[in-house]
């Protein structure tokens, strides 16, 4: 396990140089090519998210952990030391984990602890790793005992966590992001999902507007690479919404949210090449003043 060092020289002066290459193609693709600078930057995620996969090619954020996990790929029920072991990084704090918190120190704590541990084992699967109960207790500083009794209260809202020893039971439509869906298309409104996943208001309308705009695209025969750069997401998280709306999309409560999902998709794309056009026109404007 290595956790980043933020403030080290050699750290800073590296994410220096990959901030200034990041302006300079943001610079040519919006010059270049009449993207928005949204575009141009969801354009540069995208580009680092396909050529920078490897782990030792790539710098942890802040509040980010680099850690050595068994392999997705390695299968249930192997010994661990037979297993294949990937890098993945993990995102110990979000603003997102003190928001909307229950009263009560304890409550709030046990509920703070179970976002992250929906969060950090969402993380490691998309990056094709699994991490064990162990491994979630080393990280968050807790007993195996503890992150059990989390996993089981979280099991009982209808999610499932992605743990090695979950590795049977996992599907697109158990994460707290597919729950969080799932109750939506089944009618539930942001406040009651909120207190079934624990997790905030502000975090569940995320989940939901970004699927809104997935499924769109996805029925607009977007693959996963045009839905990431459009919507502004990775594209591990394209691939989530877009197996969730693969596995409802013939479900009648489906059926019943896509006037909401019509709406919102199409004001989204609409808006986008409005942006394309005004930025063709100005960079037209330039041209001819130019000559």
């Known amino acids: 396990m290595s956790i980043s060092t933020v403030n080290s020289r050699e750290s800073q002066t590296r994410r220096l140089q990959v901030k200034t290459l990041d302006q300079q193609m943001k610079r040519v693709a919006v010059e270049g090519t009449g993207l928005s600078p949204w575009e141009a930057k969801v354009l540069i995620e995208v580009i680092n998210e396909v050529y920078f996969t490897d782990p030792e090619l790539k710098e942890c954020a802040v509040y980010q952990l680099k850690y050595s996990c068994v392999s997705a790929s390695a299968g249930p029920g192997k010994p661990l030391s037979e297993c294949a072991m990937t890098t993945v990084f993990l995102t110990l704090y979000s603003e997102d984990d003190d928001l909307d918190l229950p009263s009560g120190d304890k409550k709030a704590s046990v509920c703070r602890r179970q976002r992250k541990i929906m969060?950090?084992?969402?993380?490691?699967?998309?990056?094709?790793?699994?991490?064990?109960?162990?491994?979630?207790?080393?990280?968050?500083?807790?007993?195996?005992?503890?992150?059990?009794r989390d996993i089981s209260d979280l099991k009982k809202a209808g999610i499932t966590i992605a743990t090695r020893g979950q590795q049977k039971d996992i599907g697109p439509g158990v994460t707290h992001r597919a729950v969080a869906v799932k109750l939506w298309l089944e009618g539930a409104e942001p406040v009651a999902i909120c207190k079934r996943i624990k997790h905030s208001i502000g975090a569940v309308e995320n989940y939901l507007e970004k699927f809104k705009r997935v499924s769109y695209l996805r029925s607009k025969n977007f693959d996963d690479y045009q839905i990431a750069l459009t919507v502004g997401i990775s594209v591990s998280a394209a691939k989530t919404f877009v197996s969730i709306h693969n596995e409802f999309k013939n479900c009648s409560f489906f059926k019943s949210r896509m006037d909401e999902i019509e709406l919102v998709g199409s004001s989204h794309y609409l808006a986008e090449d409005e942006k394309k056009d005004s930025i063709s026109l100005n960079a037209t404007r330039k041209g001819g003043t130019k000559r």
Do not use: K
């Open 119 to 148: 969060r950090i084992t969402e993380e490691a699967r998309e990056q094709g790793g699994l991490l064990s109960q162990e491994d979630l207790g080393h990280i968050l500083m807790c007993n195996v005992r503890t992150v059990r």
